[in-house]
T-cell receptor
Framework: KNQVEQSPQSLIILEGKNCTLQCNYTVSPFSNLRWYKQDTGRGPVSLTIMTFSENTKSNGRYTATLDADTKQSSLHITASQLSDSASYICVVSAGAGNNRKLIWGLGTSLAVNP | EPEVTQTPSHQVTQMGQEVILRCVPISNHLYFYWYRQILGQKVEFLVSFYNNEISEKSEIFDDQFSVERPDGSNFTLKIRSTKLEDSAMYFC?????????????FGPGTRLTVL
């Protein structure tokens, strides 16, 4: 069964600190892995998209890693800001060609406190 | 920067009523999607739409749901007879391609409350 699991479920950190969010997946066939940021009451916004051959990708203070062998990904946030408070969702695209679907994780709820 | 827009932002309706949720995808995109997110739960895929027809739908997308692209810009989701369990955030998304990395851009969502 295709599924995406994320940890921790929630996290509280102080402004300026770093944090790492984890994603484990069992999805086949794997197409790509995405990290989204979702502010409360808003739609998800894409942070990174990684294919099988990519093992790290950065977008500003966000760095995603992918280990396709262990089927794990992480999202590292550097020098956190109050605006980083949001849910971070790992999503894996399964399938090939035009027959792809997105398998969603439940997300990690991050709170950055002053 | 182009973005996906959705209206209304919040819709309250009585059980059994019909609702239509509206979306304006990014103008040069060809693939359109509806998702829903029940409070505290995962985002769930409902349906994808391409070339004026449904390309894929989930088991959630039963006969009570329909989608339409009535003109060149709008993409709508209709729920014929709403149930309490339809209360959720509904997100529209669009993408320029289906293959490759298929980045989907999401709208801000419509919060549907069924009383």
């Amino acid at each position: 069964k295709n599924q995406v699991e994320q940890s921790p479920q929630s996290l509280i950190i102080l402004e300026g600190k770093n944090c790492t969010l984890q994603c484990n997946y069992t999805v086949s066939p794997f197409s790509n892995l995405r990290w989204y940021k979702q502010d409360t009451g808003r739609g998800p916004v894409s942070l990174t998209i990684m294919t099988f051959s990519e093992n790290t990708k950065s977008n500003g203070r966000y760095t995603a890693t992918l280990d396709a062998d262990t089927k794990q990904s992480s999202l590292h946030i550097t020098a956190s800001q109050l605006s980083d408070s949001a849910s971070y969702i790992c999503v894996v695209s399964a399938g090939a060609g035009n027959n792809r679907k997105l398998i969603w994780g439940l997300g990690t709820s991050l709170a950055v406190n002053p | 920067e182009p973005e996906v827009t959705q209206t209304p932002s919040h819709q309250v309706t009585q059980m059994g009523q019909e609702v239509i949720l509206r979306c304006v995808p990014i103008s040069n995109h060809l693939y359109f999607y509806w998702y829903r997110q029940i409070l505290g739960q995962k985002v769930e895929f409902l349906v994808s739409f391409y070339n004026n027809e449904i390309s894929e739908k989930s088991e959630i997308f039963d006969d009570q749901f329909s989608v339409e692209r009535p003109d060149g810009s709008n993409f709508t989701l209709k729920i014929r007879s709403t149930k309490l369990e339809d209360s959720a955030m509904y997100f529209c998304a669009s993408s320029g391609t289906s293959g490759g990395q298929n980045e989907q851009f999401f709208g801000p969502g419509t919060r549907l409350t069924v009383l």
